[in-house]
Each structure stands twice: as C-alpha cells, then as structure tokens.
Nanobody, 122 residues
C-alpha cells in the first residue's frame, strides 16, 4: 500500500508565499507523473501542475509564472512553491502520484493524498 502525505498549507496574506510538500511512502518501486490538484468550495477539482519522472513540467494557466512544481525522486517527494498568492488560490490542495508496478505485469496505479488547506486573505 502507498500513502501520500501533504504538508505546508496554511493561512497567508495576498502576495505571500507557501511551499507545499507531498511525501509518498510504502511499497514503491518507482513513480511516474506526480501532480498537484486543488478544489475550492463549490468548485470542481482542477489540475494545478504536473511533473514527470524526468522533470518535465506543466501548469494551469492561472498559476503560470507564480507556482513551481519540483520533485526529489530519491525521497519520493513532490513540492509546490507558490508565490504571489491571490485570494482565488484559496482551496484544498491534493497531491496525486502514478506508482509503477511490474508484478504481475507492468501497470500504473494512482494514489491521492488527504489534502492540505491553503487560505489566502485579501
């Protein structure tokens, strides 16, 4: 079984910064893509950023230039550096990881963290 544990959320004023972390633990051989999603009250969950095992990244238009996703493969950890935060960034942030298994055949299973609250005050 694999667990993802997020940390780093909190309350910050507009214009401030936060750094989220998500550590994967358990029976892990390797992880493919890792992602950050967020869900604001009354809204659907949306993809914020993604990073491949090789370090290629992608971002939602709303966070480009402000957020940076990175990962430490040795620690099975993904990070989200959030700068110039806006009130509309307020949401529960979730990490998601594609874990690669080779038994009984190669397949991928994705896992989710429990979420961490980010609140940006105006």
């Amino acid at each position: 079984q694999v667990q993802l544990v997020e940390s780093g959320g909190g309350l910050v004023q507009a214009g401030g910064s936060l750094r989220l972390s998500c550590a994967a633990s358990g029976s892990i051989r390797s992880i493919s893509d890792m992602r950050w999603y967020r869900q604001a009250p009354g809204k659907q969950r949306e993809l914020v950023a993604v990073i491949t095992s090789q370090g290629s990244t992608g971002y939602a238009e709303s966070v480009k230039g402000r957020f940076t996703i990175s990962r430490d493969n040795a620690k099975n950890t993904v990070y989200l550096q959030m700068n110039s935060l806006k009130p509309e960034d307020t949401a529960v942030y979730y990490c998601n990881a594609d874990v690669i298994y080779t038994v009984p055949a190669i397949h991928i299973r994705d896992y989710w963290g429990q979420g961490t609250q980010v609140t940006v005050s105006s």
